[in-house]
Structure formats: C-alpha cells, structure tokens
C-alpha cells in the first residue's frame, strides 16, 4: 500500500528554473570599539596570544565608495572571532543585510577567514529576498587602516549566483 503525503507537505517538479549573476563592488567600514563611531564590540577577550578566541559583535557599514560621504549600500551583521593560535586569523561569519532602495531587505550569508595584510575569499552560503538561494564569493581587501581611530576600510567585490524560482514554487512563504 502506498503511502499518502502528509497535509502539511507538497512537492512537485519545477522545469523553469534559470540562475541571476549579482556582481557588486562596495566598501565596507570598520570602526573598533571605544571610540564614538565604533561599530563593534568584543564580547570575549581571554587574553590569550594571537588574540585566539577573542569574540566580537559587528553592524558595519557598506556604501558605494570608500569616501565617508559615500552613499550606504547594506551593513555587515554578524560576529568574527580570532582561531590561529600559530598566526592571527579570524573566522567572519556575516549577515550583509541590503538597506538601499534597490535591494532593501534582501541579504546575502557570508562566511570566511581573515588574514592581516592579505586579501580574503569569503563565501556565500545562502541568502534572502532578491538574493535566496544565493551562492558565491567575496573577494575582500583591506585598503586603507584608518588611523588614529581604529579601524578599516575594506573593498569587497562580491559575485553571487541566484536561482530565478518562480513565484508559485514560493507562493507558500508569502
């Protein structure tokens, strides 16, 4: 005897799917704590060399520029947290979370590691909105180490590919 699908489960074959390349190239601010802009703050500092486990919270900034009069693009939510106990290295795990007109809402999911004086590949692992399904790279560099505030200006030049799913296969979600 066959077994019926529950009420509360559906599936079906969806041949319409098409893939959308996002290709950004955007600034993002870097601002430590205990100055008045600061847009992080550590959670966990345990002391220990190579500032291994020292976690921190971050809302950076993201804009079209890397002058301070650039307009905002998105922010960069989430946390990093130093791993290398042999060199300094910093796991991020970010939410960049779209805040213009364009993309308002939409966000990509973006994790990767961070090594002082080289550029880094951070990948995306998923998204929202215009961006669900997302999958990519982040290809980060640090451009300017702005002194005496601490803080970075980093370029970040993003490529991701979505899946153009139809309305009806979300129609659930909304």
Known sequence: MAA???????SGVCQSITQKQHLFHLYMNQIAEGTPN?????????GLPMDFGVTVAND????D??????NPIARARGMHMGDGKADVNWLFCHNILFTDTRFKGSSLKVLGDFVANKD???????????FAYAQGVVVAKVIQNIQPT???TWELRISAFCLCIPNVVRYIYH
Do not use: H
């Open 60 to 63: 950076w900034t993201i804009s």
């Open 38 to 46: 600061a847009n992080q703050k550590v959670i966990v500092n345990p």
């Open 150 to 152: 601490p803080g970075r």
């Open 65 to 70: 520029g890397p002058a301070a009069n650039a």
């Open 4 to 10: 019926t699908d529950p009420s509360y489960y559906q």
């Open 120 to 130: 880094s590949e951070w990948a995306i692992v998923g998204g929202t909105g215009e």
